[in-house]
């Protein structure tokens, strides 16, 4: 019996049927596998590295003025940190749920699981409730922000349109995201998508080097407590990209390998996040607070212009990654997951895409939503939750004994695996989600106080008139005797 049981336990732990299926067997299969068929553990880096930087690079230099220099760097590798290790316990639970489930016989040939279907598995349903309200409503947001940082950046080369019409044009262009089925074929997307990053946050760093600091040039941060909660909510945020590590995993041969991928991922990003915000914020320092987007206090060029271009595709990209597991759940809901029709799933998703692009034009505020998410959503989604569920699902001593995965021995086991996550848990329930959503909605109703709801265009400079001379100023104005009486 015990051999058998060894021999069950390798066979689920290896996903035959997932590793058979990235296999190519002609030179058409090749073909589509180099492009379109993902699954090795560098298709899940470059997904995770792509995923997690996005468009929040544009707004770290704000972040920076609101929390100064020092506080940037060690909130960055703070939260890299952190984030990487809740990554982690994500992955750890979806394996040891799909052991569970392919010792049971279950096939996954055809079902994508996501991450409230392992908490369903492992914990029940008012786990899955909780996970799926706060992930799903994360993600919807997520794409949001995507879509109101595609039509900030392309007013820095078209301002011809105000913002709220490119949220228009942009999200009909999203919206074609529809097509793509899964995270297997977003292999040479997430390639381009951190191509393109890299050269953005490098052309950040670069011009603003070149530059150099703007006259008079101050770094008074921080100076408020709702600015630096709020800047270190966007930090929260930026390394809170972790809500779809689960379909990643899901899409790989051998998900096992997946443990320290995320961790990898997070080490190369800060060497684009760190380097592009300090440099930024070294060049203009609190002109920041008053300009979310990097890219408009850096002088208009054709490197600029690249860099915009370059981001929007990607914010394409990263709006996919956003809006799949969306898609997936809305499937489920309808029956239409397992459907091997594209066309017909791509119809059934196209409602997924409607209240996303309204919500990014009820509320386009570049820069501070993306704290806003970080506090009320990505703390709960990325960070407090994975570390319950890891708490609870391992709390018996034969659940622990019976782990797929045991803990390293570097982080001291299951006792000091249990005091990390107490720790994530404190630490982000009073410093991400108390301050920073206290910080962070403050500033939010700022913006809509100052700017108001349905905004045309969110910090746009105003329209610049060419002076008249004072001898033409009353040349079109109307003959006295047409202007009709008034009571007063």
Request: glycine share 6%.
């Amino acid at each position: 019996m015990a051999s058998d049981k060894v021999v069950e336990t390798v066979i689920a732990g290896n996903y035959v049927e997932m590793e058979t299926e990235g296999k190519p067997k002609d030179v058409k299969s090749k073909l589509s596998n180099l492009l379109w068929h993902g699954g090795s553990a560098y298709d899940a880096w470059f997904s995770c590295a792509s995923n997690q930087v996005a468009q929040v690079l544009l707004t770290l230099p704000y972040s920076f003025s609101q929390l100064g220099m020092l506080s940037g760097i060690l909130f960055q590798l703070f939260y890299g940190l952190l984030g990487s290790w809740t990554a982690y316990l994500i992955s750890i639970l979806y394996v040891e749920y799909r052991t569970r489930k392919e010792r049971e016989k279950v096939n996954f040939r055809n079902h994508v699981i996501q991450w409230f279907e392992v908490l369903d598995g492992l914990l029940g349903k008012h786990w899955r409730n909780v996970g799926l309200a706060f992930n799903c409503t994360f993600l919807l947001f997520g794409s949001v922000i995507q879509l109101i940082a595609c039509a900030s950046n392309i007013y820095y080369i078209n301002d011809n349109l105000d913002k709220r019409t490119w949220t228009y044009i942009f999200g009909a262009c999203c919206a074609t995201t529809v097509f793509i089925p899964s995270f297997h074929n977003y292999r040479i997307w997430s390639f381009l998508g951190l191509l393109m990053t890299t050269y953005t946050a490098w052309y950040l760093t670069v011009a603003s080097l070149l530059h150099g600091q703007v006259e008079g040039v101050k770094h008074s941060g921080p100076t408020k407590l709702v600015l630096y909660f709020t800047g270190a909510t966007n930090i929260l945020y930026t390394f809170g990209g972790h809500a779809v590590t689960v379909e990643i995993m899901h899409a790989m041969w051998k998900p096992q390998k997946f443990k320290a991928i995320y961790l990898l991922a997070t080490l190369y990003v800060l060497t684009l996040t760190l380097p592009s915000a300090a440099a930024v914020y070294w060049a203009f320092g609190d002109m920041l607070l008053n300009h979310s987007n990097a890219f408009a206090l850096l002088p208009k060029s054709p490197f600029r212009d690249m860099a915009v271009i370059l981001m929007l595709i990607h914010q394409f990209i990263t709006f996919g990654f956003a809006c799949t597991p969306l898609y997936f759940v809305w499937e489920k809901a309808v029956g239409m997951h397992e459907c091997k029709s594209l066309c017909k799933r791509a119809l059934v998703r196209l409602p997924v895409v409607i209240p996303i692009w309204f919500l990014a034009i009820i509320f386009p505020f570049f820069g501070p939503i993306n704290s806003t998410v970080g506090s009320l959503l990505v703390s709960f989604t990325v960070y407090i939750i994975p570390a319950l569920a890891h708490i609870f699902t391992f709390k018996s001593s034969s659940a622990r004994q019976n782990a797929v995965e045991q803990p390293p021995k570097f982080v001291g086991r299951w006792v000091g695996t249990f005091i990390i996550n107490a720790f994530v848990v404190v630490w982000v329930l009073i410093v991400g989600f108390g301050f920073g959503g206290w910080a962070s909605m403050v500033n939010f109703i700022h913006q809509i106080d100052t700017f108001g709801l349905f905004t045309k265009c969110y910090q746009c400079p105003p329209p610049i008139l060419p002076p008249v001379p004072p001898q033409h100023l009353n040349a079109t104005a109307p003959s006295p005797l047409h202007h009709p009486r008034h009571a007063h």
